[in-house]
């Protein structure tokens, strides 16, 4: 009867994780018997035990926002966690969108008071991206906690970075815990020149990188990419119960407009619209999972772009029409395409008018845009960046902290 039930439960363990929200995500492990088991995917802020000890008679600040939560106890908030065990939060340090994840992208974050723990929140997304000697005066341990959703151009590995380099400058220790990149099963895209180095893209490292925020934590150290090649020290506590080939489907959304699986899978390849005049849904209950711009000629499918609260205030095209394509039905498995981009670049009458200054920093290098305008095939434009990804995924082996 055992032998019976381990069966069926291995039959449809492929549906049953399918349909299962990520706060209970589930991993098949092998055991010492050689049977399969169903274990949870444990992000590091759900090993407690593991960095409690290393808190206890400390002051601590948090590098924090709306996904820094505890899944296997109901999403319950990292905050009010360390609150609950006696842990002396001193202030916490908010990143773009806010500590609530509720601000448009590139709205100015300003210092503020926690309402809900009448802690300090100190802004790291404005004119002051790095915390100052000032602010961690009264910090004896920095813990950072941020759900990455593993793009170059996603800010928070970037405030992950300065804070990184204030840790070492300052000789205060920081935690990571460690959680699941969604777009982690692959690497794609064009490596950023540095001579493109912006808060959108501060690593040479591709478009989709391949890590999570611990692995790469680990490379900016390892390669000395922190200002005068400071090293800081960090302590990963990695995820369990998880490898890079693992779909997770998060609990919270990272950011106002990235609300489900599917538009963190597309993702990397929408998100180069943001450098041109084709909205990707701002101002819709589905962006990034739809693009189109205000002319027929771009598609029979439409969305009207409105103002909604706590998603886009002012999205690019707000109230016109517009017409273009809908990828809601999109497979888990997509990965990085130009396919989506090429259309519409084809469709506009092409010319560099398509492009406006913000293109080539998401890019990392003019090169994409000066292949598009040459009219290059996304076969012919892939092939270009194949030399420096072969190089990038051996640097990348050594910073691996899961297979």
């Known amino acids: 009867m055992k032998q019976l039930k381990l069966i069926l439960l291995l039959i449809f363990f492929p549906t049953f994780l399918g349909s299962w929200n990520i706060s209970g995500s589930l991993l098949a492990k092998e055991v010492a018997t050689g049977h399969r088991i169903l274990a949870p995917i444990l992000p590091g802020a759900d090993q407690p035990e593991k960095y409690l000890p290393l808190l206890k008679d400390k002051k601590v600040g948090l590098v924090a926002n709306q996904t820094s939560v505890l899944t296997q106890k109901g999403n319950q908030h990292l905050v009010d966690f360390l609150l609950e065990n006696d842990i002396a939060v001193q202030k916490i340090f908010v990143p773009e969108h806010g500590f609530r994840g509720n601000a448009d992208a590139g709205e100015v974050i300003k210092n503020d008071t926690d309402k809900e723990t009448g802690i300090p929140l100190v802004s790291l997304y404005g004119s002051n991206k790095k915390p100052s000697e000032e602010a961690l005066m009264d910090i004896d341990i920095l813990i950072f906690d941020f ?179 809908d990828l809601r039905e999109t497979p888990l498995s997509h990965q990085f395409t130009l396919k989506y981009l090429l259309e519409m670049y084809q469709k506009s009458g092409g010319g560099q008018q398509f492009f406006n200054n913000f293109f080539d920093k998401l890019a990392g290098t003019d090169q994409l845009r000066k292949d598009i305008l040459a009219g290059k095939s996304e076969k012919e434009i892939k092939a270009g960046w194949q030399d420096k990804l072969k190089i990038y995924r051996a640097m990348r082996e050594k910073y691996l902290l899961y297979k």
């Not at 928070?156 to 380099?165: Q, W």
């Not at 808060?199 to 490379?219: D, K, N, R, S, Y």
């Not at 369990?240 to 609300?259: E, F, G, R, T, V």
């Open 147 to 325: 759900q990455d959703v593993g793009l170059r151009f996603y800010t928070y590995i970037s405030t992950m970075h300065y804070v990184m380099e204030a840790c070492a400058e300052q000789g205060k220790p920081m935690i990571i815990l460690d959680r699941p990149n969604p777009n982690g099963d692959y690497i794609d895209g064009p490596v950023l020149d540095p001579a493109y180095k912006s808060f959108v893209g501060m690593h040479p490292i591709p478009v989709v990188h391949g890590l999570t925020v611990g692995e790469l934590a680990q490379m900016i150290n390892g390669e000395g990419w922190l200002k005068k090649q400071v090293k800081a020290d960090i302590t990963v506590i990695p995820v369990a119960n998880w490898d890079h080939s693992q779909h997770y489907s998060l609990p919270i959304k990272p950011s106002p407009n990235l609300p489900n699986d599917v538009s963190i899978r597309l993702y990397p390849s929408l998100c180069f619209f943001e450098g041109t005049d084709i909205s990707v849904g701002r101002g819709t209950y589905f962006p990034f999972q739809v693009y189109g711009a205000p002319a027929s000629k771009y598609g029979e499918f439409t969305f009207t772009p409105e103002s909604i609260n706590g998603m886009s205030k002012h999205p690019p095209h707000e109230g016109k029409t517009c017409y273009g394509a």
